[in-house]
């Protein structure tokens, strides 16, 4: 791709692409204000930069085309990337594609700090109304990656999850700081690596790990299991009574997804996702989470998912 574009310009996107729907299911959300129908990126990499949306046009000012796909999440068309799964899977991706049809992977390969802080503070709280307002008071303290360490996190809230973020930035700062975490664009082996890094932060399991490796470094492989995947994976025959969460020590020590060296691979679930649907893993657990907020939280189940 030409990374030599103007910095204002015009993508083209696929016909039922939804900007607000794939940034709403992002991590990245918090790094963006939003001004009638118009995004607008307040923290880190190209701050200003400006997106709207009209129909199958994403118009932009103040960055590159190739950095509006990341953030918005026009890069992964699932669409096209469901014909590389298998027929056994594609049956229930293409039942939440007929209800997700605008759902990109909205990325950031370049503030790896806040996209982590970012995770980290999703644990265990409403996303929406307690993790993104903690990180939007967070960056707009920061305004950048370089200053994000220096922001008093008591002046933020009181949570634990505040609490621990406190105790660990430091070495989150110093982790982030070695090279092999400044490069943009990092494979799935490198990956193996740098999931060793994070998980030896206290606090941080394979659940920060994976999902700083899907939405900073694009790896679409890599899947979080929450309490939607597990209640509508079960439902579904693709998690099994005996399957279980990936586990801090194992996931530390391991190259699972190139070595197939952990000793519960076979029931690991998020290895097991990888297996079964590939480079749509991380596109299916995302989807599955929006089905469990927008519909199962409130009592509804369009596409009978939940049917035993």
């Given amino acids: 791709m030409n990374k030599n574009k103007s910095l204002s310009g015009i993508v083209e996107v696929w016909s039922e692409f939804d900007v607000e729907l794939s940034l709403n299911a992002s991590f990245i959300l918090p790094f963006f204000d939003k001004f009638g129908d118009e995004y607008v990126k307040y923290y880190g990499r190209r701050r200003g930069l400006r997106i709207r949306q009209e129909k199958n046009l994403l118009k932009f000012e103040g960055g590159y085309d190739f950095e509006v796909i990341m953030f918005s999440g026009a890069w992964f068309n699932p669409h096209l990337e469901i014909r590389k799964t298998s027929r056994n899977v594609r049956s229930i991706l293409d039942r939440l594609l007929e209800i997700f049809p605008g759902l990109g992977l909205a990325i950031d390969p370049w503030d790896k700090i806040a996209v982590l802080y970012t995770i980290f503070l999703s644990r265990n709280t409403d996303y929406h109304n307690n993790t993104v307002r903690w990180m939007k008071k967070i960056l707009k303290m920061a305004e950048d990656e370089e200053k994000i360490k220096s922001v008093k996190?008591?002046?933020?809230?009181?949570?634990?999850?505040?609490?621990?973020?406190?105790?660990?930035?430091?070495?989150?700062?110093?982790?982030?700081?070695?090279?092999?975490?400044?490069?943009?664009?990092?494979?799935?082996?490198?990956?193996?690596?740098?999931?060793?890094?994070?998980?030896?932060?206290?606090?941080?399991?394979?659940?920060?790990?994976?999902?700083?490796?899907?939405?900073?470094?694009?790896?679409?492989?890599?899947?979080?299991?929450?309490?939607?995947?597990?209640?509508?994976?079960?439902s579904l025959g693709i998690i099994g009574p005996d399957d279980k969460n990936p586990v801090k020590s194992l996931c530390i020590t391991s190259r699972c997804f190139l070595d197939k060296d952990c000793r519960i691979l076979r029931k690991c679930i998020t290895y097991k996702l990888y297996n079964l649907f590939g480079h749509m893993a991380g596109w299916f657990q995302t989807a599955i989470y929006l089905y469990g907020s927008f519909y199962l939280d409130k009592y509804r189940d369009p596409l009978r998912l939940m049917k035993k």
Avoid: M
């Avoid at 809230?157 to 660990?168: R, T, V």
């Avoid at 060793?196 to 490796?213: D, R």
């Fill in 153 to 234: 996190l008591d002046e933020v809230g009181k949570s634990y999850q505040l609490n621990q973020l406190k105790i660990i930035s430091d070495k989150i700062t110093s982790i982030f700081s070695l090279e092999e975490f400044s490069r943009e664009v990092h494979g799935l082996e490198e990956f193996l690596n740098l999931r060793k890094k994070i998980l030896s932060i206290k606090y941080c399991g394979p659940k920060v790990a994976h999902g700083w490796g899907l939405f900073s470094l694009g790896l679409t492989c890599l899947s979080q299991v929450d309490r939607h995947l597990l209640n509508i994976g079960s």
